[in-house]
């Protein structure tokens, strides 16, 4: 009976230094010329899994997840306090193609955090975004600014509610004035109230109420009053 012995076909020796060469699974620290380092998960040779990533001359620390040489998944990026060899926390979050994407929370300063949704390192989605001066905003967010429906509450007590666009008050929104407990709700464009009604909402317990209170409103038909002036803007915008 005949033997056929087997015929494997091996890479030419070239190829096959190169394929040992690369980089693949889990590796000790990596540096570069430059002096910046990585440590952790490879994948044929790019940084593909968990791994530390820090850069010398910009002082910041990269820890999560990497997918094809790039920030991917899950992460927390940190930067060198000044004069310190410490690292204060910068971004924790999403990451996708290496920008901010999904939820994630920044940190301006100790004062200043946004916490909500980011797209291509862009805050997008709905967000909350404490201000260093003690105002806070809650809503809506297209390309870092408030854009669609948001409240903001601002440190003296008051508050507005409604449309926002490109980072103004725009459209139907109700302002709370709280010193005073007057409550106007109406239209506005590019930050400033148009046309509207005010009601006080107990002036008279307020620490700083009004001199004199509104006089009673005589018109015939309110409500269209307000639409045509509304729509007198409308039209104009």
């Not at 996708?96 to 797209?119: D, I, L, P, R």
């Amino acid at each position: 009976m005949p033997f056929f012995k087997s015929f494997k076909k091996s890479l030419p020796t070239s190829v096959q230094k190169d394929l040992k060469s690369q980089r693949c699974g889990l590796r000790h620290t990596v540096y570069s010329v430059s002096g910046n380092e990585y440590t952790g998960e490879w994948l044929e040779d790019e940084k593909h899994g968990r791994g530390i990533q820090v850069w010398k001359k910009v002082g910041a620390i990269y820890d999560g997840e990497w997918k094809s040489g790039k920030r991917d998944g899950y992460g927390t990026y940190s930067v060198q306090i000044p004069g310190s060899k410490e690292y204060t926390r910068k971004y924790s979050g999403g990451w996708k193609n290496g920008k901010k994407h999904g939820y994630g929370t920044y940190f301006y300063n100790s004062s200043a955090v946004y916490e909500g949704e980011w797209n291509e390192d862009q805050r997008s989605g709905w967000g909350r975004m404490y201000y260093e001066n003690g105002d806070i905003y809650e809503g809506e967010w297209m390309k870092h600014k408030s854009h669609g429906q948001g409240i903001i509450r601002f440190s003296n007590g008051n508050w507005y509610e409604g449309s926002w666009r490109d980072g103004k008050r725009n459209g139907d929104g109700k302002f709370y004035y709280s010193d005073k407990a007057l409550v106007y709700e109406g239209f506005w464009v590019d930050g400033v109230a148009k046309c509207g009604t005010i009601e006080d909402v107990g002036w008279d317990k307020t620490p700083a109420p009004p001199k004199y209170q509104f006089p009673k409103l005589n018109l015939v038909d309110m409500e269209l009053v307000l639409r045509e002036a509304k729509s007198a803007y409308q039209d104009h915008r």
